[in-house]
């Protein structure tokens, strides 16, 4: 399918958005639920897979069954210039962290990124799937068997949590990362998995078991912020969901203070004592 050829301008620091320039004609295909949003002469269309599909029903059954496989919606919404100038899109990235913008013609037409990792693309652009031949990255990668796969040779645009580190490998040349640091690289790196190697440190060091490995030829893309870290800390500091109240200001905390106060009727008494 031909690609849209699209321009683009990414705004803001550490919440982006990338605002997308189409020509009459030109079409945006998106993540479900991050459009921002768009000029008037823009209609949004909810379709099976990516839309890139062809083949009918068939085609699109098998685009939307790929998606589901990944653990993504079913669904993209298509966003198309249906004026007769020129209209603008906007697609928001869902947490801190940079936007990446990817022209996959320049990486031999294709891309292997996190399931969670992909935004929007040029309308053409096919997303598909990438089955981990290796076992061992299947069941510890921190991805599972399943990433999602970027093909064309169009504008793609992925989002890494935090801060983003783009980094080229030389042939034979091996970085050793989190597993969920990895956001996407091309499919001439090879990704595997080692184990930390020292029980101590697997136990109590607090990164896991295992890293994972990239080895080069090729480019890579690594995020500070996984989503996963991300929202265990949430989590862990939320009284609500079970984790530890963390007060500031007081060495004490004013709620765990307050609620000793209250609870042994200490203040209770001296508001009494107030009234007499």
């Known amino acids: ?9 990414i705004f803001g620091n550490e919440m982006q958005y990338v605002e997308v320039e189409l020509d009459p004609g ?5 993540e479900a639920g991050v459009m921002m949003y768009m000029q008037a002469g823009i209609q949004m269309d909810t379709v099976f897979g990516d839309g890139a599909q062809q083949g ?3 085609g699109k ?11 993504e919606s079913l669904f ?3 966003f198309q210039n249906t004026a007769s100038s020129k209209q603008r899109v906007a697609f928001a990235a869902p947490y801190p962290g940079k936007i990446v913008p990817i022209d996959l013609s320049a990486l031999g037409g294709t891309l292997l990124c996190q399931k969670d990792s992909f935004l929007c693309a040029a309308k053409g652009v096919s997303l598909g799937i990438a089955f981990q031949q290796k076992l061992g990255v299947g069941l510890f990668g921190g991805e599972g068997f399943i990433m999602q796969k970027l093909d064309g040779d169009g504008m793609a645009f992925i989002h890494a949590g935090g801060t983003l580190m783009e980094r080229t490998l030389a042939p034979g040349e091996t970085l050793r990362v989190d597993t969920g640091c990895v956001v996407a690289y091309q499919p001439s790196v090879d990704f595997d998995i080692q184990y930390v190697g020292k029980i101590k440190s697997a136990l109590f060091g607090g990164e896991g078991l295992f890293f994972a490995t990239l080895r080069g030829p090729g480019k890579i893309w690594l995020q500070s912020l996984p989503l996963s870290r991300l929202a265990n ?3 862990a500091s939320a009284p609500a969901a079970g984790g530890r109240s963390s007060e500031q200001g007081s060495v004490l905390g004013g709620a765990a203070l307050g609620g000793t106060l209250l609870g042994g009727g200490l203040l209770g008494g001296l508001l009494g004592g107030e009234d007499e």
Do not use: H
């Open 56 to 58: 009918g029903l068939f």
């Open 233 to 235: 800390r949430i989590i």
């Open 76 to 78: 993209t919404t298509v």
């Open 1 to 9: 399918m031909a690609m849209d050829v699209v321009d683009y301008e």
């Open 61 to 71: 059954l098998m685009g939307a069954g790929k998606r589901l496989l990944t653990g």
């Open 26 to 30: 030109e079409a945006a295909v998106g």
